[in-house]
């Protein structure tokens, strides 16, 4: 299933807020769950076509992006940088998956995951 979008995220600093206006303009509901980096919401897709989540940001701009299936994180990201983007969250290790954010040349985040033990 490589290439293929697999999950949507909006990271902001006021989660709450966020997730109430996704949930009014699309019916849009979450389940809260803790993650390695806090609270998360996650919307099923069945709601909303594409699993994906809303959460809480560092300090600092938030951001919406898309994650794209890779066969090999750790290559998706070096191929990334030798293109001429640059890594803006190394490979992490989550429960079920590892993921990384890379930035286009343009600057653009692009989330990259791959299934654990894949």
């Not at 699309?26 to 980096?37: D, E, S």
């Not at 998706?76 to 890379?102: H, K, N, S």
């Not at 343009?106 to 033990?117: A, I, K, N």
Request: no cysteine; net charge negative.
């Amino acid at each position: 299933m490589s290439g293929k979008i697999s999950w949507f995220e909006v990271m902001g600093q006021d989660q709450a807020a966020l997730q109430a206006f996704y949930g009014k303009l699309f019916g849009w509901t979450f389940a809260v769950q803790q993650t390695p980096m806090g609270p998360y919401g996650i919307a099923p897709s069945d709601q909303t076509g594409v699993p994906g989540g809303v959460g809480q940001a560092p300090a600092g701009p938030g951001w919406a992006t898309f994650y794209v299936s890779v066969d090999d994180l750790d290559q998706a990201v070096a191929q990334a940088t030798a293109m001429g983007g640059r890594v803006l969250m190394p490979p992490t290790a989550l429960p079920e998956v590892r993921i990384a954010v890379v930035a286009d040349p343009e600057g653009h985040p692009v989330g990259l995951s791959q299934p654990r033990g894949g």
